[in-house]
């Protein structure tokens, strides 16, 4: 059995070597060439995959970390605290990511501090400049308990301490503003959107679908560490969290199809074009299946059943940003995009190093409550894998 | 407003020379990018464009493509550096200096009008500066200058509305019965004439009348009013919450 479990870390260690390799190549081609060669972008179609997937889903997948501060840190209920950590780490890392994509992305990288001294409050890319800069800031206040305690730093400590309510709060706030913010950039472009994605709630469905998915991240994270790390949290926190994720996910569509009925838009959904069959298949994957696997009681306490429907949501969220940036903008200005290799190298390389960084601050540091783990959640969060593992030998 | 300048074209005048495309090319030094002015496309060196269309009854028609210098410019509210600006002579302008390239000015323009250096490992956003150099020395564009037949005139805005409206008042058969940019994301310093309906010759279509930077404007009013709701709003459920959750331990001990 140890030896499966050996063969099977070499194995992903191995991938995630490669991606890495060929994301490094591809970084000193975008340095050295520039955007053109690099990526498939024109100036028809100025904004792929690095800001659809690097930024959008990148920020939006973070969205746990605030929403589990609010509940334990503002609304005092104390049981999802466990929770806490995880959720941090998960959204620093992913806003450290963020920024490293942006730097992909922009055409002059190293003229972004631009942003800090020249100002356009016109601008919704200027307020998102700002969102990431504060945010990442209160993020990294936030998970320093964390290193202090670790190296027994306590005066260091005792400071942060003092101050995180109130850097709490401003995290939710600046969480708040910046996820219903990319949502606003859309806002400016209403003649070059698909009907059926452009709407003024944008940064309402921005905002929803980006709590709505960030609970499901936590149920995500907390099944994979549970399997790799043998450290995870208990099932009937889960439970609840999955819940919740189906509530904001199906609230989200809800005043989707609201929205789509009062504008007369609900004939597009059938069109049978190339927009509206992704659009059922971004509904069907993030919204109709999941929230189905989740409404179902019985489904919903079963370990691998939540599992599944936080794959789905998660993978939904990412379809629905992709079909805002990409789908519902691509098609009406006649610009066929499809990233090229090198934009899919960086993402999957940023993507691994994410992975690798989550699994090196869950070994080094306190991240997951290992108390939480006795026998009986072992067995039932374990089971699945162990007979997997054990199939393997 | 009063001193603003702009351009009005009247494709029912133009004969397809190509004149004003490379006319444009000389006056802000720009590589030569085709043989044939009417083939080119617009790019990081290529400004403006004229390319030919076919009307109802199988008649060319000629149109330019250009930066219509909006009156209140989505590129110039996009811009998080503030890169872009409308200046008061009409010209909307972009500052190289400033820009960090996030493209968000490209992604937004309503008519699809700045280029990219896609080459350039320092990159500029390109578009049509109405001749903002000439204008200062008190010279028309070049290409109103070049214009051999006058469908591109060069003069005050005020004035070239009331031209524009006199044209199809005179001309009812002639005009298709819309001055494109009077009223277009705003209105534009650029003003079209034409005996088709605009979509036909490439310009965008259903544009509204209010200004773009509306639209996101209404969201970012919503800032202040979420940061200062939202404080109250948590500060209280913070202090309630915590206050119902001590009651609760006190009473517990009391029991
Ligand atoms: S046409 Fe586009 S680039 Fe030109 S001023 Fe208007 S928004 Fe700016
Ligand atoms: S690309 Fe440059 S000019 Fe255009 S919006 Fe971004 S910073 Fe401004």
Request: with cysteine.
């Amino acid at each position: 059995m140890k030896n499966g479990i050996l063969r099977h870390l070499t194995f992903w260690k191995i991938i995630g070597a490669i991606i890495v390799g060929f994301g490094l190549y591809s970084t000193y081609l975008r340095v050295t060439l520039g955007l053109g060669a690099t990526t498939n972008l024109s100036d028809n179609f100025p904004w792929g995959m690095w800001i659809g997937f690097d930024i959008l889903c990148g920020v939006g997948l973070a969205a746990g970390g605030f929403i589990i501060c609010a509940i334990s840190h503002i609304f005092h209920i104390k049981k999802y605290e466990p929770l806490i950590r995880p959720a941090i780490l998960t959204a620093f890392l992913g806003y450290l990511l963020v920024i490293l994509g942006l730097l992909y992305d922009l055409g002059r990288p190293l003229d972004v501090w631009h942003a800090i001294i020249m100002w356009n409050t016109h601008s919704v890319m200027f307020e998102v400049a700002w969102c990431v800069m504060l945010y990442t800031t209160v993020l990294f206040l936030e998970f320093s308990p964390i290193i202090f305690e670790k190296f027994k730093w306590n005066w260091l400590l005792n400071i942060v301490r003092k101050i995180s309510t109130p850097i709490m709060m401003l995290g939710i706030l600046l969480s708040t503003l910046h996820q219903s913010s990319l949502g606003s950039l859309f806002l400016i472009i209403p003649t070059k959107m698909h009907a059926l994605w452009w709407s003024p709630l944008l940064p309402v469905y921005f905002y929803l679908s980006a709590i709505g998915v960030g609970f499901s991240v936590i149920i995500f994270e907390s099944y994979l560490s549970a399997r790799v790390f043998n450290k995870g949290l208990e099932m009937n926190l889960l439970t609840r969290i999955g819940l919740f994720s189906a509530i904001f996910i199906g609230v989200t569509f809800l005043i989707k199809l609201i929205d789509l009925t009062a504008y007369g838009k609900l004939g597009l959904i059938l069109a049978n074009t190339q927009e509206s069959i992704l659009f059922l298949a971004e509904i069907l994957i993030g919204t109709l299946i999941p929230v189905a696997i989740l409404l179902n009681k019985k489904l919903r306490e079963t370990t691998h059943w939540l599992y599944i429907s936080a794959v789905f949501i998660i993978a939904g969220f990412m379809f629905n940003r992709l079909n805002v940036s990409i789908t519902a903008i691509s098609g009406i200005n006649n610009a066929g995009y499809f990233p090229s290799i090198y934009e899919i190298g960086v993402t999957m390389m940023l993507v691994v190093l994410g992975m690798w960084a989550f699994g090196f601050a869950v070994k080094y540091f306190d991240v997951f409550p290992v108390e939480e783990f006795e026998e009986n959640e072992e067995d039932e969060i374990l089971r699945p894998d162990q007979k997997e593992l054990l199939a393997e030998d | 407003m009063q001193k603003q300048k702009g351009l009005l074209f009247d494709s029912t005048m133009c004969v397809g020379c190509g004149e004003c495309s490379l006319a444009c090319k000389e006056a802000n030094n720009l590589k030569k990018t085709s043989s044939d002015p009417l083939r080119d496309q617009l790019s990081a060196d290529t400004y403006t464009v004229v390319h030919q269309f076919v009307g109802k009854d199988n008649e060319e028609i000629y149109s330019r493509q250009l930066c219509m210098h909006c009156i209140n410019p989505t590129c110039v509210s996009v811009c998080p550096v503030g890169a872009f600006e409308k200046t008061p002579e009409g010209p909307v302008l972009y500052d190289e200096s400033k820009c960090i390239g996030c493209r968000y000015c490209m992604q937004a323009c309503p008519h699809n009008i700045p280029r990219y250096e896609w080459s350039s490992n320092y990159p500029r956003v390109r578009k049509c500066i109405l001749c903002a150099h000439r204008l200062k020395d008190g010279l028309p564009t070049a290409c109103a200058e070049v214009c051999p037949t006058g469908a591109t005139q060069f003069g005050l805005l005020e004035d070239l509305k009331k031209e524009a409206a006199e044209r199809i008042k005179n001309n009812p058969d002639t005009y298709y019965p819309h001055i494109y940019g009077l009223n277009e994301a705003g209105g534009t310093s650029v003003l079209v004439l034409a005996s088709v309906p605009f979509d036909r010759l490439g310009f965008a279509k259903n544009l509204p009348n209010e200004p773009l930077p509306e639209y996101t404007g209404r969201a970012l009013q919503a800032v202040p009013v979420v940061l200062s709701a939202g404080t109250a709003f948590l500060g209280g459920m913070y202090w309630l919450t915590k206050r119902k959750n001590q009651i609760a331990k006190e009473e517990n001990k009391e029991n």
